[in-house]
């Protein structure tokens, strides 16, 4: 996987990581360096469907490229605190190689997620080997319930003429 792209986004974001999490990466020195940047207690797990861990318990979700999946980030979504963040880098799919595309990205993550940075490479290079994205994206701060608009209305409006 490569680290360099997240560590420098999770520098540009968090000043200090409490608790933090790197699923699908069998390298321990990933833990470490995401350590060594901004300190915390870090947790390895290989990708499983259901993550072993209570609801809300961390700040960042690393997600090694493999484990990208809709299954996995909604996993990363269940263990996130409210205003976490989840990082990944995965290979750029272009013509017949492996990998994802950024649209496909949006969907995987549209969900439960605000995208707040997609790094790419830059245009002139598309279609070579090798190429990653990375992503940046926050737990959305609230969520659409059908529940919330009752019978085409929604419950409160400032516009509301009172009488």
């Known amino acids: ?20 999490l790197v699923v699908g990466c069998d390298d321990r020195s990933v833990e470490d360096a ?11 797990v290989p990708a499983t469907p ?23 980030v909604r996993e990363a979504h ?3 605190r409210p205003s976490g963040c ?5 290979n750029e799919r272009t013509g017949g190689q492996d990998g994802l595309t950024a649209p496909e990205i949006y969907k995987i993550v549209r969900e439960g997620y605000d995208i707040v940075e997609l790094k790419r490479p830059k ?25 919330f608009i009752r019978e085409g209305q929604l419950p409160f409006t400032p516009f509301r003429s009172r009488t």
């Open 50 to 72: 259901e993550l072993p861990f209570e609801d809300g318990q961390f700040e960042v979700v690393v997600l090694e490229g493999a484990a990208v999946t809709r299954e996995n």
């Open 123 to 147: 245009w002139w290079t598309f279609g070579r080997k090798g190429h990653t994205i990375t992503v940046c994206a926050r737990m959305k701060a609230w969520r659409e319930h059908k529940g």
């Open 1 to 20: 996987m490569p680290l360099e792209p997240i560590l420098a986004s999770i520098a540009n974001r968090f000043d200090r990581i409490r608790t933090g």
């Open 34 to 44: 995401l350590k060594a940047l901004r300190g915390g207690v870090w947790m390895s």
């Open 86 to 90: 989840l990082f990944f880098t995965v």
């Open 78 to 80: 269940r263990v996130l």
